[in-house]
């Protein structure tokens, strides 16, 4: 599986970015799908993930009502809308598949098994 990550970018504080990860494979819907990110001098965090139809998903507390992750199955494409955006969301931000649950949506880096890049979100203060 390969995935690509782009739409980060720099914003102002309270903006909002949309993420993108399209992934390679014709069983992308299959997968658990998730976002992490690593600010500078910080370890990878577990952001949201969602789980193989899109029904059901999970957030980390410092997202929740902010952040929205979806995915497109016919485009193999996973989405992280962020919005009301704030300083302490500046970090690389990284989408990863969970090939190995059919039904757990983990939250720890170990539960994911491919990754992507990486893409760069700065918000300005």
């Known amino acids: 599986v390969q995935l690509q990550a782009s739409g980060g970018g720099l914003v102002q504080a309270g903006g909002s970015l949309r993420l993108t990860c399209a992934a390679s494979?014709?069983?992308?819907?299959?997968?658990?799908m998730g976002w992490f990110r690593q600010a500078p001098g910080k370890e990878r965090e577990f952001v949201a993930a969602i789980n193989r139809n899109g029904v059901n998903t999970k957030y980390d507390d410092s997202v929740k009502g902010r952040f929205t992750i979806s995915r497109d199955n016919a485009k193999n494409t996973v989405y992280l809308q962020m919005n009301s955006l704030k300083a302490e969301d500046t970090a690389v931000y990284y989408c990863a598949v969970n090939s190995g649950s059919y039904y757990y949506i983990g939250t720890s880096e170990g539960s994911y098994d491919y990754w992507g890049q990486g893409t760069q979100v700065t918000v300005s203060s």
């Open positions: 494979g014709r069983t992308f819907n299959s997968y658990i």
